[in-house]
């Protein structure tokens, strides 16, 4: 049971160049996140969907884009990216309630 | 909105002594409540959780209680180790978002 898995795990990329991010869960959760992490700020989320073919914004969505076709697939697309994306993004899921989400081990995104 | 605010670090103990960090939370309704670790270069992991006033949740020698009166959850251990250094986040959840706190820093050394 893998649980939560990110590839890839590591990501270098030059100003303007896109990439995408892969989440996949093993646990048939309908619900996906995924967040950034950045010093001294915690967690925000970014997008999060809450059922195949259903994506809805989270607090900072802007230069993102996801998709979710399959239940245990949801992907994190960065069209143009720029300095200001260089973060860890972190993917969770979960089923309701409590609603206690399980993260995967987390990308790390540098944009020069 | 739903907010959570946690007590700064970083914090810096000594193998064996007592862990608090305090965590407070604003909420319309009556959210459930969790603390995360996160070891280094790693995702974030449940530590535990508490669903309910008064409940107290407990995992690897730690223990918080949820308290609606005073809208806590305070994390505590009794008697730390070098394996407790990670960072902590206190988080709760009204429906299927979580709230996070910034996190805090503990450090543990021998």
């Known amino acids: 049971n893998a649980g939560v898995t990110q590839t890839p795990k590591f990501r270098v990329l030059k100003t303007g160049q896109s990439m995408t991010l892969l989440c996949a869960q093993d646990?048939?959760?309908?619900?996906m996140y995924w967040y950034r992490q950045d010093p001294g700020m915690g967690l925000r989320l970014i997008h999060y969907s809450v059922g195949e073919g259903t994506t809805a914004k989270g607090e900072v969505p802007d230069g993102y884009n996801v998709s979710r076709l399959k239940k245990q697939n949801f992907l994190l697309g960065l069209e143009s990216a720029a300095p200001s994306q260089t973060s860890v993004y972190f993917c969770?899921?979960?089923?309701?309630?409590?609603?206690?989400?399980?993260f995967g081990p987390g990308t790390r995104l540098t944009v020069t | 909105g739903d907010s959570v605010t946690q007590m700064e670090g970083p914090v810096t103990l000594s193998e064996e002594a007592f862990l608090t960090i305090n965590c407070t939370y604003t909420a319309t309704g009556y959210p459930s409540l969790f603390w995360y670790v996160q070891y280094p270069g790693e995702g974030l992991q449940l530590l535990l959780k508490?669903?309910?006033?008064?409940d107290k949740g407990s995992n690897k020698g730690f223990e918080a209680t949820y308290r609606k009166e005073t809208t806590s959850f305070h994390l505590e251990k009794g008697s730390v180790q070098v394996s407790d250094s990670a960072v902590y986040f206190c988080a709760l959840s009204e429906d299927y978002k979580l709230s996070f706190g910034a996190g805090t820093t503990v450090t543990v050394r021998a």
């Open positions: 508490a669903t309910k006033a008064d």
């Open positions: 646990m048939n959760h309908e619900y």
């Open positions: 969770a899921s979960t089923q309701p309630p409590p609603y206690e989400q399980y």
